[in-house]
T-cell receptor
């Protein structure tokens, strides 16, 4: 069962613009994670935000979490062509559970 | 360098054959996972193991089997009972099995095609 749903399914922007992707989920979580997947490759862990955190930064990435709305957003600032990939959110209910992934947002950054 | 190695990168299976996908990690992680990814879709959990000699079914375990005889290794067998095995298979690991909330480390995947 898919816990997270990303929006939009696809996003195309120009280099230098910001990209925002959203994730909604259904049940209470321990933490929410964002991953990137380049075409035909494995996933790479980007950032983890815990349920008691509201915002987190890592380089050009900014993640927010609103547990009252059961939603999260990933902002990539000053995007580059190398940011072109699929981005997935994944939720963790904690205590021995396993991650449940959404269906992803395909980001294309045009040079 | 520590990481997860999946092999082979590409695998072709004939109808009625069992095939085994390899996943090896040198990260000393306790928990390991197998996910299936179909084109344009997210990941679905097949099996996971939080400790040696123990594993649990995920959401789509039918037609698959696993073993966890060593901490480093978590092979996945796709049996002839799996009617639609063509997909991209991803192995992952994490240090704590979800108890402390670490991110997953993924291998580079095996693309399985039925011919």
């Amino acid at each position: 069962s898919q816990q997270g749903e990303e929006d939009p399914q696809a996003l195309s922007i120009q280099e230098g613009e910001n990209a925002t992707m959203n994730c909604s989920y259904k049940t209470s979580i321990n933490n929410l994670q964002w991953y990137r997947q380049n075409s035909g490759r494995g996933l790479v862990h980007l950032i983890l935000i815990r349920s008691n955190e509201r915002e987190k930064h890592s380089g050009r990435l900014r993640v927010t979490l609103d547990t009252s709305k059961k939603s999260s957003s990933l902002l990539i600032t000053a995007s580059r062509a190398a940011d072109t990939a699929s981005y997935f959110c994944a939720t963790d209910k904690g205590s021995g559970s396993r991650l449940t992934f959404g269906e992803g947002t395909q980001l294309t950054v045009n040079p | 360098d520590g990481g997860i190695t999946q092999s082979p990168k590409y695998l072709f299976r004939k109808e009625g054959q069992n095939v085994t996908l390899s996943c090896e990690q040198n990260l000393n992680h306790d928990a390991m996972y197998w996910y299936r990814q179909d084109p344009g879709q997210g990941l679905r959990l097949i099996y996971y193991s939080q400790i040696v000699n123990d594993f649990q079914k995920g959401d789509i375990a039918e037609g698959y089997s696993v073993s966890r005889e060593k901490k480093e290794s978590f092979p996945l067998t796709v049996t002839s009972a799996q009617k639609n095995p063509t997909a991209f298979y991803l192995c992952a690991s994490t240090p704590d099995g979800g108890h402390l909330g670490y991110g997953y480390t993924f291998g580079s995947g095996t693309r399985l095609t039925v011919v």
